[in-house]
């Protein structure tokens, strides 16, 4: 089970930090991935990292404005998110895959003045 949570509404240009429960699984074998899906669109990949968090990975999109982190002996995953532009408005979820097939429940973001 994956349950993301932390979003909410924030103005342009703010930040925000979303995190991700998991259970049920060995969080600490997967890569994980976290996937956006705006209004009317389909499923987007925001980022990556790998189980000991020596690599992580992000579509331009986001890169140099989101990171992601882990703590395995929590089974915890975050995105800490900043510099937030209204094209960051979604529901954001963690996943086992990078297409989101295996998320769980999201989160929602707004960005908005």
């Known amino acids: 089970q994956l349950v993301a949570s932390g979003g909410g509404l924030v103005q342009p240009g703010g930040s925000l930090r979303l995190s991700c429960a998991a259970s049920g699984f060995t969080f600490s074998r997967y890569w994980m991935y976290w996937v956006r899906q705006a209004p009317g669109k389909g499923f987007e990949w925001v980022s990556e990292?790998?189980?000991?968090?020596?690599?992580?990975n992000y579509p331009d999109s986001v890169k140099g404005r989101f990171t992601v982190s882990r703590d395995n002996a929590k089974n915890m995953l975050y995105l800490q998110m900043n510099d937030l532009r209204s094209d960051d408005t979604a529901v954001y979820y963690c996943s086992r895959d990078r297409n989101g097939a295996s998320r769980g429940q999201g989160t929602q973001v707004t960005i908005s003045s």
């Open positions: 990292i790998n189980v000991g968090s020596s690599e992580t």
